[in-house]
């Protein structure tokens, strides 16, 4: 069959509403040209994130019901750790409430002052947690990464050249451990291939350093490693995955993305030691070791979704579906930073909008009007997330797992060719009201 359709039906639906372009002008000048301003409700098509907005199952719904809420040894933790021991391999197993609190865990313990983490690039939180430890994040990611249109299979390797230089520039006392990220969000969603993870775990292991994964889309990464690394294609997802996690020391995952809930995460540990000072790091800000900060339901919906995210038909409309969007966009003229990734869309805003200068926000400019248009909701990556920093000017467009059909997605390809047609017309916008930190969350424009 060449059509891959969603493998799911639908027993439980939730209206979205209809809005006139007056409506959504009125809502966008109200929120001052800022999506995040924007309440959700005024959204039609919501391609914010891909993080926590999935939809459960209705096992994951059962397991909600089924949660033991006691305040220690929970048969629901007891499920949630077995689980993540027979997926990764990994002895212990500390919920967390999400990714950031495995993150502030772990730099807590092994960052500070002086010390320099390598990562192939750094997702924000993690970038954050690090600095605010004291110590500094550095990107290594392949030179191919950067560049939107090179089409090389693993965009997200993290270049082991480079890594070795950072060892002998830096020193190996001042690298507490190495990162990769699977799949490299912050570099458009790129995975990392089995081969580059054994390359790292090389140079960590002549260092005698921990290699940690952050791991959040572990699962989108392994259907990657089994469609394009040679050799991996007999393979089941689930030996891959196992492979990845058995290659690593520990791993900080957000459950919100493969983990197929709405709130949740997992620090992974396998010294003792380490284990013992983020367990008591886990009771000071999160909560008792088996729940860490969660519900007993909330664990058992984890336990379900990390079983169901490795089921290869899921994973396949999954990927083929993220990449449905990529290719006709692409067919319609409209760059976007290829090859398409696992769990997004990223539009070259740069391209899309040649009259405007990186000064007036082209990325911000498109985002407004993939709203105004079509009320969908998107995200500019590029000169307001980033400042003078950004490389690139990007809109992103993250799929929410299991939440949209592919009429959705056509609707969507559909507004942004209109859009397209019509881009000569975009105008500039000017930051009006410009907070000290973070200034894409709560910033206001005006049209220019
Ligand atoms: C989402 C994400 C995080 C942080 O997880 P939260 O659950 O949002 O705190 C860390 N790393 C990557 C790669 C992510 O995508």
Redo the contacts with the bound molecule.
């Keep these: 069959m060449k059509t891959i359709i969603e493998p799911f039906r639908i027993k439980v639906v939730e209206p979205i509403k209809m809005t006139t372009p007056q409506e959504r002008e009125e809502a966008l000048q109200k929120a001052g040209m800022n999506l995040f301003l924007v309440p959700a409700e005024e959204v039609l098509i919501d391609l914010l994130t891909d993080?926590?907005t999935g939809a459960m199952s209705s096992e994951q719904w059962a397991g909600i019901m089924r949660g033991d809420e006691s305040y220690a040894g929970a048969k629901s933790y007891f499920r949630f750790e077995e689980r993540l021991q027979e997926m990764t391999g990994f002895d212990h197993v500390l919920p967390t409430h999400?990714?950031?609190?495995s993150?502030r865990i772990l730099f807590e313990l092994v960052g500070g002052e002086g010390k320099v983490v390598p990562n192939n690039n750094h997702?924000d939180?993690?970038r954050a947690n690090i600095e605010h430890s004291g110590a500094s994040a550095v990107d290594l990611v392949v030179d191919e990464g950067k560049n939107p249109r090179d089409r090389s299979p693993f965009k997200g390797n993290l270049d082991v050249a480079k890594l070795e230089r950072l060892f002998s520039e830096v020193g190996p006392e001042r690298i507490p451990l190495v990162m990769i990220?699977i799949t490299n969000?912050?570099g458009g969603g790129q995975p990392v291939s089995l081969q580059n993870i054994r390359d790292v775990r090389e140079v960590c292991r002549k260092h005698n350093k921990p290699l940690f994964l952050?791991a959040?889309?572990f699962a989108e990464n392994a259907y990657f490693i089994k469609l394009r690394e040679p050799g991996q294609g007999d393979r089941s997802v689930a030996a891959i995955t196992r492979e990845m996690f058995g290659l690593a020391d520990g791993a900080?995952i957000?459950?919100?993305?493969d983990g197929m809930v709405n709130i949740g995460?997992v620090l992974l540990l396998r010294d003792e030691e380490l284990y013992r000072q983020a367990q008591n790091l886990l009771i000071l800000t999160e909560g008792f070791p088996t729940y860490g900060g969660l519900a007993g339901r909330d664990l058992e919906a984890m336990a379900q979704g990390f079983e169901e995210v490795l089921h290869e038909d899921y994973l396949a409309y999954r990927l083929r579906s993220t990449e449905y969007l990529g290719v006709r966009l692409l067919d319609m003229g409209v760059q976007i930073v290829e090859p398409p990734g696992g769990h997004a869309i990223y539009i070259d805003a740069k391209s899309f909008c040649a009259h405007l200068p990186p000064e007036q926000f082209p990325g911000q400019s498109l985002v407004c009007a993939l709203y105004r248009h079509g009320g969908i909701r998107s995200c500019e990556i590029g000169r307001v997330m980033f400042g003078e920093n950004a490389t690139m000017e990007l809109v992103r467009m993250a799929i929410p797992r299991r939440v949209y059909t592919q009429s959705h997605v056509d609707y969507v390809i559909e507004v942004i060719g209109e859009v397209y047609e019509r881009r000569q017309a975009l105008k500039g916008l000017r930051m009006v009201y410009e907070p000290p930190a973070l200034r894409h969350f709560t910033a206001t424009f005006e049209e220019v």
Excluded: I, L, M
């Design positions: 993080s926590g999400q990714g950031r609190a993150e997702f939180t993690t990220t969000n912050s952050d959040c889309r900080t957000s459950a919100k993305k995460g």
